[in-house]
């Protein structure tokens, strides 16, 4: 879909229009001191300016992720140049899952078997698994998305990009704040931290919040509301310094979500598929007789459809978007909590040792109904057990008088889960899934080196190896017999479905990095770097039918070339960072259906091109303007002739929208002696992209307006804010997922609509 023009020029003329009339630097010093901000990012493992990292990266404060009322992971992808973010994963049900693409590059499956393309992070510990993932960003200090492969030093399934997030630290001093959200669809997010210094070298920080919202998908057959929230979240930390040289920072985090599943509507039938077709032939008579008059059950003797409550077909396509036929149980139900210690022992002023230790722990169990009907087409359920400890050793240090920052580390991943998957397609039930163990060992190092006071020069390198071990557990529960099946498709129960026996596949990659950086002046950057990435490979856990062994998949990998700037001008009242990409993308794994299984596959070599822009502007005292633009052209550049026929050359890949942009605008106005209101108005834009691999499911592109009026009283440490999300009511969808052959059925999530709230918060 072309972007719309009117729409675009008038948000690039009030970016540009802002930007014409920044006064020349002399002047600005003389009128005010008011200037962007420092921001102080850690994508290279340490802390430094955001301006003098040679990094694409776009980052929030914690402020600023409340300014733009974004209260989960997924809402960043508005305001992040080449990053989408779909809010369930496809098949799942589950709806504290995400499926992330960053620059053309992720995973739509959330089974253990197939890892995410995008890495997360948070304090420094990495979130292996899509389900649980969808953060409630609670208590935040920053977040930043790191963009192309980070395969040196962030490493495990970070292929495509990183997403870190660094939660805020215990104060020096007793404290904190309370806040509370109420809006539509009885929405209210209710929470606060609290900060309590036990000692000058023992300090501990409590958070808890509440997030409760009515859906707004309902299911005719009994009312019950899909998608909507109800999550409680509760983080405690704490910082111990028991000398200068030694500190402990430990966190320990829980989250709890009872919802009711996700909110898919059906889109599109074919009652001709293999599946409803069975359904229409053989069961529609038995429940409704006046079929059995026509010997090919819902058709009539001339091929047209018979109508009929009984029958599969587009009757059951709702006129409202927000209302579904389905009936089958659908839940889903999270239990996630974690524990992490990160130590650091500054040996010497130019030494440090770091360890981060953590483990993960979650049990979830969600179902979803797949045909959007009262009949028995497809519905899946899935119990979802998952277990992870981490292990990671830094050695960082300086020398030659500064001119040289180095880090040299290892780390060490164990994961354990099980994922028993029923799946029901009427004329048969069975049992998918089974048991995974996977390991990863990795060392890694990285240099940068000071070659004049003008010239860095960065290298560094990773090597891992990581183990896959699945033990599938594949039956059929049920089954009747179809006659016009072949003999592949009829079965018995009890039947076994694949081998019992473990399978295990191993994987070993150099990630390499490089990066030149130039300094003409002190507020200038450009850089050039090459870096590799790599996605360890795996088996398909989906079978049916029947077949010796699961079907695996090899390791992908992506070499990346990339150039950049970043610019601070106008005394700091306008800064432009932008960087362009190009990208090889070798066996590049994609999940299509093979038969009803959505299965895993290498599919080919691809190449992906494009840059991303960002500015902020200070263009008068108090006026804040930024605007973003991400450009990502990929495709296929010859396929793997084991890949689905599904997928030729001229397909677009999932998650990717060629054009991604947003601007802001804010300004703050004194209101009395120690008040400020600022309003602000965001806007995005999204240009169309496609939920699968085979481009049967997608969305068009589309507009989204935001704007808040916020009221904040410094001395009092209270604030109020009325906000409006999606104020142009933009209908579009967050998720979609197809089996069309041979089950006939295509899902699509509609988004929430236009959402309003008030935010109330107060600081002790």
């Given at each position: 879909?072309?972007?719309?023009?009117?729409?675009?020029?008038?948000?690039?003329?009030?970016?540009?229009?802002?930007?014409?009339?920044?006064?020349?630097?002399?002047?600005?010093?003389?009128?005010?001191?008011?200037?962007?901000?420092?921001?102080?990012?850690?994508?290279?493992?340490?802390?430094?300016?955001?301006?003098?990292?040679?990094?694409?990266?776009?980052?929030?404060?914690?402020?600023?992720?409340?300014?733009?009322?974004?209260?989960?992971?997924?809402?960043?992808?508005?305001?992040?140049?080449?990053?989408?973010?779909?809010?369930?994963?496809?098949?799942?049900?589950?709806?504290?899952?995400?499926?992330?693409?960053?620059?053309?590059?992720?995973?739509?499956?959330?089974?253990?078997?197939?890892?995410?393309?995008?890495?997360?992070?948070?304090?420094?510990?990495?979130?292996?698994?899509?389900?649980?993932?969808?953060?409630?960003?609670?208590?935040?200090?920053?977040?930043?998305?790191?963009?192309?492969?980070?395969?040196?030093?962030?490493?495990?399934?970070?292929?495509?990009?990183?997403?870190?997030?660094?939660?805020?630290?215990?104060?020096?001093?007793?404290?904190?704040?309370?806040?509370?959200?109420?809006?539509?669809?009885?929405?209210?997010?209710?929470?606060?931290?609290?900060?309590?210094?036990?000692?000058?070298?023992?300090?501990?920080?409590?958070?808890?919040?509440?997030?409760?919202?009515?859906?707004?998908?309902?299911?005719?057959?009994?009312?019950?509301?899909?998608?909507?929230?109800?999550?409680?979240?509760?983080?405690?930390?704490?910082?111990?310094?028991?000398?200068?040289?030694?500190?402990?920072?430990?966190?320990?985090?829980?989250?709890?979500?009872?919802?009711?599943?996700?909110?898919?509507?059906?889109?599109?039938?074919?009652?001709?598929?293999?599946?409803?077709?069975?359904?229409?032939?053989?069961?529609?008579?038995?429940?409704?007789?006046?079929?059995?008059?026509?010997?090919?059950?819902c058709l009539d003797p001339a091929g047209a459809a018979v109508g009929g409550e009984a029958c599969y077909n587009s009757q059951w396509?709702?006129?409202?978007?927000?209302?579904?036929?389905?009936?089958?149980?659908?839940?889903?139900?999270?239990?996630?909590?974690?524990?992490?210690?990160?130590?650091?022992?500054?040996?010497?002023?130019?030494?440090?040792?770091?360890?981060?230790?953590?483990?993960?722990?979650?049990?979830?169990?969600?179902?979803?109904?797949?045909?959007?009907?009262?009949?028995?087409?497809?519905?899946?359920?899935?119990?979802?057990?998952?277990?992870?400890?981490?292990?990671?050793?830094?050695?960082?240090?300086?020398?030659?008088?500064?001119r040289l920052n180095y880090i040299v580390g290892g780390f060490f991943f164990d994961e354990k889960g099980q994922n028993p998957n029923?799946?029901?397609?009427?004329?048969?039930?069975?049992?998918?899934?089974?048991?995974?163990?996977?390991?990863?060992?990795?060392?890694?190092?990285?240099?940068?080196?000071e070659l004049t006071d003008r010239v860095s020069l960065t290298g560094g390198i990773r090597y891992t190896d990581e183990t896959k071990?699945?033990?599938?557990?594949?039956?059929?529960?049920?089954?009747?017999?179809?006659?016009?099946?072949?003999?592949?498709?009829?079965?018995?129960?009890?039947?076994?479905?694949?081998?019992?026996?473990?399978?295990?596949?191993?994987?070993?990659?150099?990630?390499?990095?490089?990066?030149?950086?130039?300094?003409?002046?002190?507020?200038?950057?450009?850089?050039?770097?090459?870096?590799?990435?790599?996605?360890?490979?795996?088996?398909?856990?989906?079978?049916?039918?029947?077949?010796?062994?699961?079907?695996?998949?090899?390791?992908?990998?992506?070499?990346?070339?990339?150039?950049?700037?970043?610019?601070?001008?106008?005394?700091?009242?306008?800064?432009?960072?932008?960087?362009?990409?190009?990208?090889?993308?070798?066996?590049?794994?994609?999940?299509?259906?093979?038969?009803?299984?959505?299965?895993?596959?290498?599919?080919?070599?691809?190449?992906?091109?494009?840059?991303?822009?960002?500015?902020?502007?200070?263009?008068?005292?108090?006026?804040?303007?930024?605007?973003?633009?991400?450009?990502?052209?990929?495709?296929?550049?010859?396929?793997?002739?084991?890949?689905?026929?599904?997928?030729?050359?001229?397909?677009?890949?999932?998650?990717?929208?060629?054009?991604?942009?947003?601007?802001?605008?804010?300004?703050?106005?004194?209101?009395?002696?120690?008040?400020?209101?600022?309003?602000?108005?965001?806007?995005?834009?999204?240009?169309?992209?496609?939920?699968?691999?085979?481009?049967?499911?997608?969305?068009?592109?589309?507009?989204?307006?935001?704007?808040?009026?916020?009221?904040?009283?410094?001395?009092?440490?209270?604030?109020?804010?009325?906000?409006?999300?999606?104020?142009?009511?933009?209908?579009?969808?967050?998720?979609?997922?197809?089996?069309?052959?041979?089950?006939?059925?295509?899902?699509?999530?509609?988004?929430?609509?236009?959402?309003?709230?008030?935010?109330?918060?107060?600081?002790?």
């Amino acid at each position: 879909m072309a972007i719309n023009r009117s729409y675009f020029l008038s948000s690039m003329s009030i970016v540009l229009g802002s930007m014409i009339y920044v006064a020349p630097a002399s002047a600005q010093e003389e009128q005010s001191e008011f200037k962007l901000e420092e921001i102080i990012v850690t994508a290279r493992r340490r802390s430094e300016n955001i301006q003098d990292t040679p990094v694409a990266i776009t980052a929030f404060s914690g402020t600023g992720l409340k300014d733009r009322q974004i209260n989960s992971i997924d809402g960043i992808a508005d305001f992040t140049p080449g990053l989408t973010i779909n809010s369930s994963s496809a098949f799942s049900g589950s709806s504290q899952s995400v499926s992330v693409f960053m620059r053309g590059i992720g995973q739509t499956d959330f089974t253990l078997n197939t890892d995410p393309g995008v890495g997360i992070y948070v304090d420094g510990v990495y979130i292996s698994r899509s389900v649980g993932a969808l953060l409630d960003l609670v208590d935040i200090d920053r977040l930043e998305v790191l963009h192309g492969p980070q395969g040196t030093l962030f490493g495990r399934n970070s292929v495509g990009g990183a997403i870190s997030i660094t939660t805020s630290r215990p104060a020096d001093e007793a404290g904190g704040k309370v806040f509370a959200t109420v809006g539509s669809d009885n929405w209210y997010i209710v929470g606060g931290t609290v900060d309590l210094p036990v000692s000058d070298t023992f300090k501990t920080k409590f958070t808890v919040q509440t997030h409760q919202r009515d859906g707004y998908v309902i299911r005719a057959s009994d009312d019950l509301d899909l998608g909507d929230k109800d999550n409680l979240s509760a983080r405690a930390s704490a910082v111990w310094n028991p000398t200068e040289k030694f500190e402990l920072f430990f966190t320990a985090d829980y989250t709890r979500s009872r919802e009711n599943g996700v909110p898919l509507v059906l889109d599109g039938v074919d009652p001709g598929a293999a599946f409803p077709a069975a359904h229409n032939l053989m069961v529609a008579p038995q429940l409704n007789p006046a079929l059995q008059a026509f010997p090919n059950g819902c058709l009539d003797p001339a091929g047209a459809a018979v109508g009929g409550e009984a029958c599969y077909n587009s009757q059951w396509i709702s006129d409202d978007p927000n209302v579904t036929y389905g009936t089958y149980d659908v839940y889903s139900n999270v239990d996630v909590w974690g524990l992490s210690a990160t130590m650091s022992y500054q040996v010497s002023d130019t030494f440090e040792i770091k360890s981060i230790t953590a483990y993960r722990d979650l049990d979830s169990e969600f179902a979803r109904d797949g045909d959007g009907s009262p009949l028995q087409i497809n519905a899946t359920e899935d119990v979802f057990t998952y277990r992870q400890w981490s292990e990671e050793l830094q050695f960082l240090g300086t020398a030659m008088d500064g001119r040289l920052n180095y880090i040299v580390g290892g780390f060490f991943f164990d994961e354990k889960g099980q994922n028993p998957n029923i799946v029901d397609f009427g004329f048969a039930r069975f049992l998918s899934g089974g048991d995974i163990h996977n390991t990863s060992l990795a060392g890694f190092g990285q240099v940068t080196y000071e070659l004049t006071d003008r010239v860095s020069l960065t290298g560094g390198i990773r090597y891992t190896d990581e183990t896959k071990r699945f033990t599938p557990n594949q039956y059929i529960i049920s089954t009747y017999t179809v006659p016009f099946f072949p003999p592949f498709l009829q079965f018995q129960p009890g039947d076994v479905l694949t081998t019992t026996d473990q399978q295990e596949a191993k994987a070993n990659e150099w990630t390499p990095h490089v990066n030149l950086s130039f300094r003409p002046n002190d507020d200038a950057m450009v850089y050039a770097s090459y870096s590799r990435g790599f996605k360890s490979g795996g088996f398909t856990q989906r079978i049916f039918p029947a077949i010796a062994t699961p079907p695996s998949f090899e390791p992908e990998t992506v070499d990346v070339v990339e150039g950049g700037f970043k610019l601070d001008t106008f005394d700091r009242r306008l800064r432009l960072n932008g960087s362009a990409y190009y990208t090889w993308y070798n066996d590049l794994q994609v999940t299509v259906p093979v038969g009803v299984a959505p299965t895993t596959q290498n599919a080919a070599k691809a190449r992906i091109k494009g840059f991303e822009l960002e500015a902020t502007a200070v263009p008068v005292d108090n006026l804040l303007v930024s605007f973003a633009a991400g450009y990502t052209d990929a495709y296929y550049l010859e396929l793997d002739g084991r890949v689905s026929p599904t997928i030729t050359l001229d397909n677009n890949f999932p998650g990717t929208s060629k054009w991604t942009l947003n601007s802001s605008v804010s300004y703050d106005m004194a209101v009395g002696s120690d008040m400020i209101l600022t309003p602000r108005v965001d806007w995005s834009y999204r240009s169309s992209y496609f939920f699968d691999a085979e481009n049967l499911v997608g969305q068009e592109g589309y507009h989204l307006v935001n704007a808040s009026l916020t009221l904040e009283n410094e001395t009092g440490g209270w604030s109020v804010s009325v906000f409006g999300k999606n104020i142009g009511g933009t209908d579009y969808y967050i998720h979609g997922e197809q089996i069309m052959d041979p089950a006939g059925f295509r899902m699509l999530s509609p988004s929430r609509g236009s959402e309003w709230g008030i935010r109330l918060e107060k600081s002790f």
